[in-house]
C-alpha cells in the first residue's frame, strides 16, 4: 500500500503546488489523477519517489517511510518505484535490450553496469516482459528508431524489471494517438492486475481515466476535490476540477460497453535466447 499523509510542497518563488495532500493506493489498485495543468499532479508523482522535495508531510510504501530516508536508503527504496515518464526517457543510441536492462541498473554492481554485463535471469526477464507487450522482434531495434507506443512500451519494461510494488506514471498518453493511447493504458492496467501494484497514472484525458481506472483523484490547486469512483464524474464534479465548460460529451455514460480490445495479442513465453548475440551482456 502507498500512503501519502498531509504532503505539501511549496517551491522557493512561493508558489503552492501541493495543500495537505492525503491518499491512499492499496495493493492492485490503478488511481487515475485528473486536473488541469499546474494543479499538482506531476509535483504529487514526483514527491512519492523524491524526485521532487515535499516541504512537509509523510509518504509510506507499506511499512517504509519514504520521506524520512537519507540519500543511500532512498536509493534502495526507489528500485521498489517504477517511474514511466511522459516522453519515455529512453536513452536513443541503445537498443531496446538495453534500455529495458537500465532498469536493473540499481541491483547491478558499478563495473557491471558500466560495461553493461547484466546477469542471465535478468536477461530472461527482459525478454518475458518484451514479449508481453509485443516487442520481443525487437530487441535490436535502437530507441530512436521506435515509434511513440513502442517507446511507451520499452519504457513499460523498463519499470516491471525493477520489480516494483507501486508504479508511478507521468502522462503516458499524452504524445500517443487515441489507439495507441488506449492500448497503453490498457496494458497498464493489466500488467498491475497481473502483478499486483498499486499505481498512480497521471492523465489529462478525462474518458480513458474513466474507460480505465478504478478510481479517480481530481486535483485542483494543490488540493484534493474528487476522490471517488469513474462514474461519479458528473458534469458538476468536472467543472469543479476544471472550472466551466459543456461537460456532456466528456463523460463516459454508466451503461457504456467495455471498450473492445484493440491491443496486440502477446505471446507470454520466453522466446529461444541467441546467447551468442548477448554474450557482450552476460
Avoid at 492500448?183 to 478525462?206: G, P, T, W, Y
Avoid at 479517480?216 to 476535490?225: A, N, P, R
Amino acid at each position: 500500500m502507498l500512503r501519502i499523509v498531509d504532503l505539501t510542497k511549496r517551491y522557493p518563488t512561493g508558489d503552492l503546488a501541493l495543500q495537505g495532500v492525503r491518499i491512499e493506493v492499496p495493493e492492485d489498485q490503478v488511481m487515475a489523477l485528473i486536473g488541469p495543468s499546474g494543479a499538482g499532479k506531476s509535483t504529487l508523482i514526483r514527491c512519492v519517489n523524491r524526485l521532487v522535495e515535499p516541504t512537509q508531510g509523510t509518504v509510506y510504501l507499506n511499512d517504509l517511510e519514504l520521506t524520512g530516508l537519507g540519500q543511500r536508503q532512498l536509493r534502495h527504496a526507489r528500485r521498489r518505484m517504477g517511474m514511466i515518464f511522459q516522453e519515455y526517457a529512453l536513452v536513443e543510441r541503445l537498443t531496446v535490450m538495453e534500455n529495458v536492462l537500465s532498469g536493473r541498473l540499481g541491483y547491478t554492481g558499478f563495473w557491471r553496469s558500466w560495461f553493461r554485463w547484466f546477469p542471465q535471469p535478468d536477461i530472461d526477464e527482459a525478454f518475458r516482459l518484451l514479449a508481453r507487450v509485443g516487442l520481443d522482434h525487437l530487441v535490436d531495434k535502437r530507441a530512436d528508431e521506435l515509434s511513440g507506443g513502442q517507446r511507451q512500451r520499452v519504457g513499460i519494461c523498463r519499470a516491471l524489471i525493477q520489480d516494483p510494488e507501486v508504479l508511478l506514471v507521468d502522462e503516458p498518453t499524452a504524445s500517443l494517438d487515441p489507439k495507441t493511447s488506449r492500448q497503453i493504458m490498457r496494458l497498464i492496467c493489466e500488467l498491475c492486475a497481473e502483478r499486483k501494484l498499486s499505481a498512480i497514472v497521471n492523465i489529462h484525458d478525462v474518458l480513458l481515466a474513466q474507460m480505465f481506472a478504478e478510481r479517480i483523484v481530481g486535483l485542483q490547486q494543490g488540493v484534493i476535490v474528487y476522490d471517488g469512483p469513474p462514474d461519479g464524474l458528473t458534469a458538476e464534479v468536472l467543472t469543479q476540477i476544471y472550472g466551466e465548460e459543456d461537460w456532456e460529451a466528456t463523460i463516459r455514460k454508466v451503461d457504456e460497453d467495455a471498450p473492445e480490445s484493440d491491443a496486440p495479442v502477446a505471446d507470454h513465453t520466453v522466446p529461444e535466447i541467441d546467447r551468442d548475440r548477448l554474450a557482450g551482456m552476460t
